[in-house]
C-alpha cells in the first residue's frame, strides 16, 4: 500500500524542475518504492563522486570505472531479485555492489586496497565479492563473467531453488565470442539467467556504431531463440518493468532473457580516460533531458510521494553514508604481507 504522509506534501513547484526532463509513463510503484528507489540511485552517484575525489587523492590505486549516469539500470534490477537470485558483471561495478545490499564501507574499504574490504584488500576496484549478498563479483577479463553467470543459473537449476542469474556485460564486451557460447548452452539447457547488456554507446572510445554490425543488442540472441526487449536504462520504472517480465519468464523454465538496458555514462570509460571522443554538449544534453535521478524526482514530485525538504534531509543522510564510508576506508589498515599467500588454494 502506498505511504500517505500524515500532511499531504506540496509538490516541488514545475518552475524548479528541468523543464526538458522527459516524463516516465505512470508508475506501477507505490510511494515508498519511489523513494527506495531514489535513494538507492542517490547513494550510487554520491558514493561514485566520492571514489572520483579519492582516486584523484591518490588513495585508490589501479583502474577505477564509475557508474554515474547509469544508476537506473542495477536499482531497478535488483527491485525484482529474490532472495536465491545472483548477480555477476564487469569491473563497473560499484554501483552493483550498492544496489544489492553490499556495505559501502567494505566496498570503499576495497576500493583503497585495505584490509577492511571485502576482498581484504587485495581485489581493489574490479574483483571483490560477496557470497552472503549472492554477489560474484566484477570481472577485468572482458566478457567473461557472462558464462560464469550462465554456470549460476545451471547452479539455480541444479538446486531447484527459484533463483534466477543476473549477468552483466556492456555493450563493448557484446561481441565476444565466448558470450555466443553462453547464450548458446543456456538456451539449450533453459538456463534461468538475465543477461543485461548496458548499452552506454561506448566501449572504452568507440562508439557501438563503429564497432557492431547490429546495434540492437537485444536481437543478439535471436538465433539461440533467446527473446530479447530493449529498454531506456535511464528510467527505473520501465527497467523494473522489463525486469520483472524476463524474471517471470525465467521461473518459469523457458530459458535465459536479453534485456538491453540504453543507458549512458557521464565520466570517461575509467578516472584515465578524458572522454575525447565525445563532445560536451553531447555529454550535457543527456545531463539535461535524461538524467536518471532527476526523472524520478520528477516523477516522485508528480506522485506528490515526498516534499522538496524531505529529498534534500535523504540527500544528507546519503551523504553521510559516504563520508562515513570514506573515513571508514582510510581509517582501515593496509593488508599484511602474509595476505599474499591466502585464499589461493582451497584443499577440497
Known amino acids: 500500500m502506498a505511504r500517505k504522509p500524515a500532511t499531504k506534501p506540496k509538490a516541488a513547484p514545475k518552475a524548479a524542475r528541468k523543464k526538458s526532463i522527459a516524463k516516465s509513463k505512470a508508475p506501477n510503484a507505490t510511494n515508498d518504492e519511489l523513494l527506495d528507489y531514489y535513494k538507492a540511485m542517490l547513494l550510487i552517484r554520491r558514493f561514485e563522486e566520492k571514489a572520483g575525489q579519492l582516486y584523484g587523492m591518490g588513495l585508490i590505486g589501479g583502474f577505477c570505472h564509475l557508474y554515474i549516469g547509469q544508476e537506473a539500470v542495477v536499482v531497478g534490477m535488483q527491485s525484482t531479485a529474490g532472495p536465491n537470485d545472483s548477480v555477476i558483471t564487469s569491473y563497473r561495478d560499484h554501483g552493483h555492489m550498492l544496489a544489492y545490499g553490499m556495505d559501502p564501507k567494505g566496498v570503499m574499504a576495497e576500493l583503497t586496497g585495505r584490509r577492511g574490504g571485502y576482498s581484504q584488500g587485495k581485489g581493489g576496484s574490479m574483483h571483490m565479492f560477496s557470497r552472503e549478498k549472492n554477489f560474484y563479483g566484477g570481472h577485468g577479463i ?34 565476444q565470442g565466448q558470450i555466443y557460447e553462453a547464450f548458446n548452452m543456456a538456451s539449450l539447457w533453459k538456463l534461468p539467467v538475465i543477461y543485461v547488456v548496458e548499452n552506454n554507446k561506448y566501449g572504452m572510445g568507440t562508439s557501438i556504431e563503429r564497432a557492431s554490425a547490429v546495434t540492437e543488442l537485444y536481437k543478439r540472441g535471436d538465433s539461440f531463440a533467446i527473446p530479447g526487449k530493449q529498454v531506456n536504462g535511464m528510467d527505473v520504472i520501465e527497467v523494473r518493468a522489463a525486469a520483472e517480465e524476463a524474471a517471470e519468464w525465467c521461473r518459469a523454465g523457458k530459458g535465459p532473457f536479453i534485456l538491453e538496458m540504453k543507458t549512458y555514462r557521464y565520466r570517461g570509460h575509467s578516472m584515465s580516460d578524458p572522454a575525447k571522443y565525445r563532445s560536451k554538449e553531447e555529454v550535457s544534453k543527456v545531463r539535461q533531458e535524461s538524467d536518471p535521478i532527476d526523472l524520478l524526482r520528477a516523477c516522485i514530485a508528480d506522485a506528490e510521494a515526498a516534499t522538496e525538504d524531505q529529498l534534500k534531509e535523504m540527500d544528507k543522510e546519503v551523504k553521510s553514508i559516504v563520508t562515513a564510508a570514506a573515513e571508514f576506508a582510510q581509517q582501515s589498515p593496509e593488508p599484511d604481507p602474509s595476505e599474499l599467500f591466502t585464499d589461493i588454494l582451497v584443499e577440497a
Open 142 to 175: 572482458v566478457g567473461a563473467q557472462m558464462p560464469i553467470g550462465t554456470g549460476l543459473a545451471f547452479a539455480n537449476q541444479y538446486k531447484q531453488d527459484g533463483g534466477v542469474a543476473h549477468a552483466y556485460c556492456g555493450d563493448g564486451a557484446i561481441n
